[in-house]
């Protein structure tokens, strides 16, 4: 597609629940990159795929957090077991390649409310 | 102390006044990207910077690796400027984020 697609917009959610975020990004951006921004807060990495390598998860606050991502295609945010802290508005962005020297393109997030 | 630091947090300006917005940083990077996000949370990268300056219309960008320093500049400002400024810095994988800079511009 045109730009990086992000599905849903909004998602209010019960506490203790799992959900599924998902990611669209452009057509041919081998880099793909979840962020978070929780109220008032600054931008928090969580994951980054490239291409077929395994992925970094280095940022993920807890095992109830995991992502999927099949080759270049789509990717998925699983939060399982929700807890109020999980909301925020995940990020999602994409690039043609690693280490940030091409541009990234932002989709225009997943609001999460755990209620 | 955050590895990414940026000044000042909230900056209001009157219409058409040259506003600066700068940021500095304590790690290697690789790139360093300055980032619009508007009322609503939508991102915009205005600019990727591994060196030098970058130029887009009212925008200008500077980025002294030595200094580990970079700095937006707006020129003429407008009140459609009025967002949150975000500098980011491309370390290994990740991204590392400034806090980010709050422009209101004054009709």
């Known amino acids: 597609g045109a730009g990086v697609s992000q599905s849903p917009s909004n998602k209010v959610t019960e506490k203790g629940k799992d959900v599924e975020l998902r990611c669209d990004p452009i057509s041919g951006h081998t880099a793909l990159y979840w962020y978070r921004q929780s109220l008032g807060q600054g931008l928090e990495f969580l994951i980054y795929f490239q291409g077929n390598s395994a992925p970094d998860k280095s940022g993920l606050p807890s095992d109830r957090f995991s992502a999927e991502r099949t080759g270049e295609s789509v990717s998925t945010l699983t939060i399982q077991r929700t807890q109020q802290e999980d909301s925020a508005v995940y990020l999602c962005a994409s690039s043609l390649g690693r280490d940030g020297n091409y541009g990234y393109t932002f989709g225009s997030g997943t609001r999460l409310t755990v209620v | ?107």
């Open chain 2, 1 to 107: 102390k955050n590895e990414v630091e940026q000044s000042p947090q909230n900056l209001t300006a009157q219409e058409g006044e040259f506003i600066t917005i700068n940021c500095s940083y304590s790690v290697g990077i690789s790139a360093l990207h300055w980032l619009q996000q508007h009322p609503g949370g939508g991102i915009v990268s205005l600019f990727m910077l591994s060196s030098g300056k970058k130029k887009h219309g009212r925008l200008i960008a500077t980025i002294n690796i030595q200094e580990k320093h970079s700095s937006l500049h707006i020129t003429a400002s407008h009140p459609r400027d009025s967002a949150v400024y975000i500098c980011a810095v491309h370390k290994n994988n990740d991204m590392r984020f400034g806090a980010g800079t709050r422009l209101t511009v004054k009709p």
